[in-house]
């Protein structure tokens, strides 16, 4: 027995009528009807979980019509007379999939798909805790389904079958059977019973009505490229060419398969525990499965078309069950446990840090719960992760979905050329030439806000970023988000913890959300006092430009008039600067920085296989010419990537095998494409951004440590951005900008007075720039400290602001429905505020190189690399900075940095 509730049998089928066949519908009804006769006996201690999906194609679809379609199914599924079992309706809800796409990207389906839950009276009246109370058996063997692979719960998918002319035109239905308190008195003979009419009733199903060649996860071969490990030059490379994204899915069935045995084979080893047979073994456990993954984080990411969504729906759970799985093993606790308890003395620093992180991780993620306790928590697990999916999914598609269009040449008053240009190409690219194509994400809204003159499509440009994933429809976010904040708040009572935030803060530097708050409130009066006078002075240029009282400045003016501000109180017009800020010649600047800073060598690659035409390869070498890794780089936007910039460690560096392991990272951004023979001309906040990433990037190659999961950005979350933060001030170097800011045009390097100009504005609109970020910080501190149990994200998000005393002139900086930092995953979640923290030390550690006269100071250069680059996880963050500076941080610094009163 699973906990409370689980499932005894799961029964799948299809019917393939091509449009629509009472009679198969007729006999699934009649098979429905049996199952529920056979459990008539049992009286109502089950509960029966109806699924169906229904997919057609393009073409019936629209002959049909969606809508009306949708209705039918729903009057002649819903009425369904299984009186035996006192069945009643729970939820019925209605899906447009838009989203299915052949393997070229073309679209395949757009028909509906719904599902229904019933349930007997014992069972509780909220569908979800039907469905977190039910666990699939993961290996039932039904048709031609894979031994082992896990069938979907609640929704069955459409098939995605290779070769034939229309996989989607079917019907999907599901029977899931749930035994409530099962009783040990039981008789076994009525639970025999019930097995065997389970089995009937599968095997009753007409041959016709079945497609074993239709399975919703098709096979894989074993010497498949996604099952093996990664093979040629550097170590070895993902396969990018060989992928086919129709096989991700059941590579992963089998790949955490494999996984599950190597970590069984430790956790049953024999022997007594030891370091080496238990912790270094977890740490080269699951290696298909780690690559796999890896590769699977970029289409979720990058290339998230096609049938992607919905594999990141099934893959995400699976992976949650499997992770699960592992802290949950009791004998693997035991021999962890033991490792931890035993002599250490002669072990170095970094293993015994290891070894109590491990120990404390597994005990974090539930290792000594009760049975019952730790099948509610992966329950919870598993859900959350279908919930990160569907979240991220929303904020892509109102991303795609609200592109700002632009048809008069009018409009584009104040726009710099090269933003002209690239708009342009955007709408060139999505087959609307002639016009100009503003996309839903920052690095196209930023520059459109703060130089378009007209007013009315600030306003548009402005509302459609904002409101992303907030227009209450299929896409909108806050029905998730409630039911995440719900989760993470039982699970952290689960575990033992107050609220969600003091669970997470646990490992990081800060330790409490007391601290957190402390350090936000600390900063939040000063910056808002600073954006009061920001808006006073820009509310006196826009008086003064159209008249007294015409306008009131509002979020989609703070940017524009900011920049007029600059130039009257600088006269610094960053449109002087953009002429010399070019993607590619910015790119060979941070690389230069590299090589002077680390003795690293780029030596630009052909041949290796890429995701994208777009990504480019580098081979990094040492000042030894020994191989240091490889860097990939895909810099531009592009349906189906994701707003924003990252980085991304495919392979992360070790030395288990006595040689180290050379770390595969790649940088990833969204900047928008120059027209064509035009060089790619950037913001001065878009450079600042390059190089934070590629700070991110150099951590990951200067790691040097021996285990994989203290390599190099595996470290505390509001640590992890130190490194990085610190790397954007090599940006504003005259060293940098002498030689790699040199106008696209001319080629001439930026002028000493404009270098001079920028220099001086360098605190200029941190009012701004503070308050959207601690607003972002501090709502996801309170959302997660939050006792309420229902929370209207909403709501919470106005009454909270407006408690802090908000400016109404700015908005957060990503707002709750589409703040993907904290719900597209558990990572930044009560985490935001580690940009900030981490800030604290970039603040510190930047006047570490303004006293020794240069960034480049060779003395400082080392200690950051020997004390933080290098070193990974081995050592506590705090312990790392006091090497590196000498004396713990001080915190002034950051109010220093800003320009904000130390007092």
């Known amino acids: 027995m699973i906990g409370e509730s689980f499932i005894l049998s799961q029964l799948h089928f299809r019917v393939s009528p091509k449009v629509l066949n009472r009679s198969a519908e007729k006999a699934a009804l009649a098979d429905w009807q049996k199952a529920a006769a056979f459990l008539e006996p049992f009286g109502n201690n089950f509960a029966v979980i109806l699924s169906l999906t229904w997919s057609l194609p393009c073409s019936a679809a629209r002959s049909m019509g969606e809508k009306q379609n949708a209705e039918v199914i729903s009057e002649r599924f819903l009425c369904c007379d299984v009186a035996p079992l006192r069945i009643s309706t729970a939820k019925t809800t209605f899906h447009r999939d838009n989203n299915s796409y052949r393997q070229d990207g073309s679209a395949c389906v757009n028909g509906w798909a719904f599902a229904s839950i019933f349930r007997t009276d014992v069972l509780s009246s909220s569908p979800t805790a039907v469905q977190e109370n039910v666990v699939t058996i993961p290996?039932?063997?039904?048709?031609?389904?894979?031994?082992?692979?896990?069938?979907?719960?609640?929704?069955?998918?459409?098939?995605?079958?290779?070769?034939?002319?229309?996989?989607?035109?079917?019907?999907?239905?599901?029977?899931?059977?749930?035994?409530?308190?099962?009783?040990?008195?039981?008789?076994?003979?009525?639970?025999?019973?019930?097995?065997?009419?389970?089995?009937?009733?599968?095997?009753?199903?007409?041959?016709?009505?079945?497609?074993?060649?239709?399975?919703?996860?098709?096979?894989?071969?074993?010497?498949?490229?996604?099952?093996?490990?990664?093979?040629?030059?550097?170590?070895?490379?993902?396969?990018?060419?060989?992928?086919?994204?129709?096989?991700?899915?059941?590579?992963?069935?089998?790949?955490?398969?494999?996984?599950?045995?190597?970590?069984?084979?430790?956790?049953?080893?024999?022997?007594?525990?030891?370091?080496?047979?238990?912790?270094?073994?977890?740490?080269?456990?699951?290696?298909?499965?780690?690559?796999?993954?890896?590769i699977f984080g970029v289409y979720r990411s990058n290339l998230n078309l096609g049938p992607i969504p919905q594999i990141e729906q099934t893959v995400g759970p699976m992976l949650a069950a499997y992770e699960d799985s592992i802290t949950q093993n009791a004998a693997l606790f035991a021999r962890i446990e033991a490792v931890y308890q035993g002599e250490q003395s002669d072990w170095s620093p970094d293993r015994v840090r290891l070894v109590e992180n491990r120990y404390k991780q597994f005990v974090r993620r539930g290792a000594n719960l009760a049975d019952d306790e730790k099948s509610r928590l992966s329950a919870i697990n598993k859900r959350l992760a279908v919930l990160f999916a569907q979240f991220s999914q929303n904020v892509l598609a109102d991303e795609a979905g609200y592109i700002t269009w632009i048809e008069d040449s009018e409009k584009l008053l104040g726009l710099p050329d090269s933003l002209v240009a690239a708009m342009a190409n955007s709408a060139e690219q999505q087959g609307q030439p002639g016009k100009w194509a503003v996309r839903n994400t920052r690095s196209s809204m930023d520059p459109f806000l703060t130089y378009a003159a007209d007013r009315s499509l600030r306003e548009q440009v402005w509302r459609n970023y904002?409101?992303?994933?907030?227009?209450?429809?299929?896409?909108?976010?806050?029905?998730?988000?409630?039911?995440?904040?719900?989760?993470?708040?039982?699970?952290?009572?689960?575990?033992?913890?107050?609220?969600?935030?003091?669970?997470?803060?646990?490992?990081?530097?800060?330790?409490?959300?007391?601290?957190?708050?402390?350090?936000?409130?600390?900063?939040?009066?000063?910056?808002v006092a600073r954006v009061a006078e920001e808006v006073a002075d820009m509310q006196a240029v826009a008086d003064k430009q159209l008249g007294v009282g015409a306008i009131t400045i509002e979020p989609w003016d703070y940017r524009y008039y900011a920049e007029k501000v600059r130039k009257a109180k600088y006269d610094l017009d960053m449109n002087e600067v953009k002429p010399y800020l070019q993607l590619e010649k910015l790119r060979e600047g941070m690389m230069w920085v590299a090589e002077q800073l680390y003795g690293m060598q780029f030596r630009e690659l052909s041949g290796v296989?890429?995701?994208?035409?777009?990504?480019?390869?580098?081979?990094?070498?040492?000042?030894?010419?020994?191989?240091?890794?490889?860097?990939?780089?895909?810099?531009?936007?592009?349906?189906?990537?994701?707003?924003?910039?990252?980085?991304?460690?495919?392979?992360?560096?070790?030395?288990?095998?006595?040689?180290?392991?050379?770390?595969?990272?790649?940088?990833?951004?969204?900047?928008?494409?120059?027209?064509?023979?035009?060089?790619?001309?950037?913001?001065?906040?878009?450079?600042?951004?390059?190089?934070?990433?590629?700070?991110?990037?150099?951590?990951?190659?200067?790691?040097?440590?021996?285990?994989?999961?203290?390599?190099g950005t595996a470290v505390a979350r509001d640590f992890v951005e130190f490194p990085s933060q610190l790397k954007e001030h090599w940006l504003s170097t005259p060293e940098v900008l002498t030689r790699f800011a040199v106008h696209h045009?001319?080629?001439?390097?930026?002028?000493?007075?404009?270098?001079?100009?920028?220099?001086?504005?360098?605190?200029?609109?941190?009012?701004?720039?503070?308050?959207?970020?601690?607003?972002?910080?501090?709502?996801?501190?309170?959302?997660?400290?939050?006792?309420?149990?229902?929370?209207?994200?909403?709501?919470?998000?106005?009454?909270?602001?407006?408690?802090?005393?908000?400016?109404?002139?700015?908005?957060?900086?990503?707002?709750?429905?589409?703040?993907?930092?904290?719900?597209?995953?558990?990572?930044?979640?009560?985490?935001?505020?580690?940009?900030?923290?981490?800030d604290v030390l970039t603040a510190d550690a930047a006047e570490a190189f303004d006293q020794a006269g240069s960034y480049f100071d060779e003395e400082t250069v080392q200690r950051l690399y020997q004390h933080v680059m290098s070193v990974g996880d081995t050592i506590d963050p705090a312990d790392s900075f006091r090497l590196f500076r000498g004396r713990d941080v001080d915190t002034s610094a950051l109010l220093r940095k800003r320009g904000f009163p130390v007092q």
């Open 139 to 294: 290996r039932i063997r039904l048709g031609d389904q894979p031994d082992g692979a896990p069938l979907s719960f609640a929704t069955v998918g459409a098939s995605r079958g290779e070769g034939r002319a229309n996989p989607f035109d079917h019907w999907h239905f599901a029977l899931f059977i749930a035994r409530k308190e099962l009783s040990m008195n039981c008789s076994s003979i009525r639970l025999l019973r019930f097995a065997w009419a389970c089995f009937l009733l599968f095997l009753a199903t007409p041959s016709s009505a079945m497609h074993p060649a239709d399975s919703a996860t098709p096979t894989i071969a074993p010497d498949d490229p996604l099952l093996q490990v990664w093979q040629g030059e550097f170590g070895g490379v993902p396969p990018w060419d060989k992928v086919q994204p129709t096989r991700l899915e059941p590579a992963f069935i089998v790949a955490i398969e494999k996984a599950t045995r190597d970590i069984q084979a430790i956790a049953n080893n024999t022997e007594a525990p030891t370091f080496d047979n238990t912790i270094a073994a977890l740490e080269q456990a699951g290696q298909e499965l780690r690559q796999l993954q890896a």
């Open 745 to 838: 045009e001319t080629g001439e390097p930026m002028p000493a007075e404009l270098l001079q100009k920028i220099e001086k504005a360098a605190t200029f609109n941190q009012g701004f720039a503070t308050v959207e970020y601690l607003a972002s910080a501090l709502i996801d501190m309170k959302l997660h400290l939050s006792a309420v149990e229902t929370i209207d994200p909403d709501a919470f998000e106005r009454d909270t602001l407006s408690e802090l005393g908000m400016p109404p002139q700015i908005v957060m900086r990503h707002r709750t429905p589409h703040f993907a930092h904290i719900f597209s995953s558990d990572s930044y979640s009560a985490g935001y505020y580690s940009y900030l923290w981490a």
């Open 466 to 527: 904002y409101s992303r994933a907030d227009h209450d429809d299929q896409h909108d976010n806050k029905a998730i988000i409630r039911e995440i904040l719900q989760l993470r708040q039982e699970r952290a009572k689960l575990l033992g913890y107050a609220t969600h935030a003091h669970w997470r803060l646990e490992t990081e530097m800060a330790k409490t959300p007391e601290n957190v708050m402390d350090l936000l409130l600390q900063i939040w009066p000063k910056a």
């Open 609 to 711: 296989p890429v995701f994208h035409p777009d990504v480019r390869v580098w081979e990094v070498t040492g000042a030894d010419d020994a191989l240091v890794g490889l860097f990939y780089l895909d810099p531009f936007a592009r349906e189906g990537k994701r707003s924003g910039a990252w980085m991304t460690a495919y392979r992360v560096q070790d030395r288990l095998q006595s040689t180290r392991t050379a770390p595969l990272i790649s940088n990833n951004s969204n900047f928008v494409k120059a027209a064509k023979d035009q060089p790619v001309l950037i913001s001065w906040d878009d450079a600042t951004t390059l190089f934070h990433e590629f700070g991110h990037a150099l951590h990951g190659l200067c790691s040097d440590v021996e285990h994989p999961s203290q390599a």
